[in-house]
């Protein structure tokens, strides 16, 4: 099956640091790649949809200059936490769907637990 | 606002039950459904995904569509504990959109 990277599993950073977290596919090509967030014992919330070669589209409270998005290529995608605080503490979790397969599966990556001291 | 709603238990039954999920949409007008089973820490797993009004059936899962109930199910036969999990229901809208909607998932322990 389909597999999705995220890199790195865990990061712990102090407050007002930017973090980069990686999203790839390491076996299939994803034009659309999503980026979700998921706080404790809450459900995913969808942040942005990342787009192959253009920019991403970011759902409605979620501050684009503040969480930037970077789909270079067709494997990898890229969030950045700028000015990390406290509440930007969560668990980040990127999806992707294989182009070529046909199918509206999305395939998710294992996750990057962020923690702002 | 497009919503998913699920009960978020606990939901406890014992090993080898039946365990049975359920999960409400507000957008009628969606079109796939899927069931994710998340452990904890860990990013959810795709279980089964159902188009189609009736019944699906994949191996011990059975995942029940009613688009005018707006209304979908799985039901999980002969439970066991290593099913003990989060349950997600994600729905995704009309076509030309494959961004999903996820409920805030059910908690399900199996008890040996």
Same mark, same amino acid.
């Given at each position: 099956?389909?597999?999705?990277?995220?890199?790195?599993?865990?990061?712990?950073?102090?407050?007002?640091?930017?973090?980069?977290?990686?999203?790839?596919?390491?076996?299939?090509?994803?034009?659309?790649?999503?980026?979700?967030?998921?706080?404790?014992?809450?459900?995913?919330?969808?942040?942005?949809?990342?787009?192959?070669?253009?920019?991403?589209?970011?759902?409605?409270?979620?501050?684009?200059?503040?969480?930037?998005?970077?789909?270079?290529?067709?494997?990898?995608?890229?969030?950045?936490?700028?000015?990390?605080?406290?509440?930007?503490?969560?668990?980040?979790?990127?999806?992707?769907?294989?182009?070529?397969?046909?199918?509206?599966?999305?395939?998710?990556?294992?996750?990057?637990?962020?923690?702002?001291? | 606002?497009?919503?998913?709603?699920?009960?978020?238990?606990?939901?406890?039954?014992?090993?080898?039950?039946?365990?049975?999920?359920?999960?409400? *949409?507000?957008?009628?007008?969606?079109?796939?459904?899927?069931? *994710?089973?998340?452990?904890?820490?860990?990013?959810?797993?795709?279980?089964?995904?159902?188009?189609?009004?009736?019944?699906?059936?994949?191996?011990?899962?059975?995942?029940?569509?009613?688009?005018?109930?707006? *209304?979908?199910?799985?039901?999980?036969?002969?439970?066991?504990?290593?099913?003990?999990?989060?349950?997600?229901?994600?729905?995704?809208?009309?076509?030309?959109? *494959?961004?999903?909607?996820?409920?805030?998932?059910?908690?399900?322990?199996?008890?040996?």
């Amino acid at each position: 099956g389909a597999v999705v990277s995220q890199h790195p599993s865990w990061v712990i950073c102090k407050s007002g640091t930017s973090v980069k977290i990686e999203c790839r596919s390491l076996d299939f090509q994803a034009t659309t790649m999503f980026w979700y967030r998921q706080f404790p014992k809450q459900s995913l919330m969808l942040m942005a949809t990342s787009n192959e070669g253009s920019k991403a589209t970011y759902e409605q409270g979620v501050e684009k200059d503040k969480f930037l998005i970077n789909h270079a290529s067709l494997t990898l995608s890229t969030l950045t936490v700028t000015s990390a605080h406290p509440e930007d503490s969560s668990f980040y979790i990127c999806s992707a769907r294989d182009i070529l397969a046909g199918s509206n599966e999305q395939f998710f990556g294992p996750g990057t637990r962020l923690t702002v001291l | 606002q497009k919503e998913v709603e699920q009960n978020s238990g606990p939901l406890s039954v014992p090993e080898g039950a039946i365990a049975s999920l359920n999960c409400t *949409y507000s957008d009628r007008g969606s079109q796939s459904f899927f069931w *994710y089973r998340q452990y904890s820490g860990k990013s959810p797993e795709l279980i089964m995904f159902i188009y189609s009004n009736g019944d699906k059936e994949d191996g011990r899962f059975t995942a029940q569509l009613n688009k005018a109930s707006q *209304y979908v199910s799985l039901l999980i036969r002969d439970s066991q504990p290593s099913d003990s999990a989060t349950y997600l229901c994600a729905v995704r809208p009309g076509a030309g959109s *494959y961004q999903l909607t996820f409920g805030k998932g059910t908690k399900l322990s199996v008890i040996p």
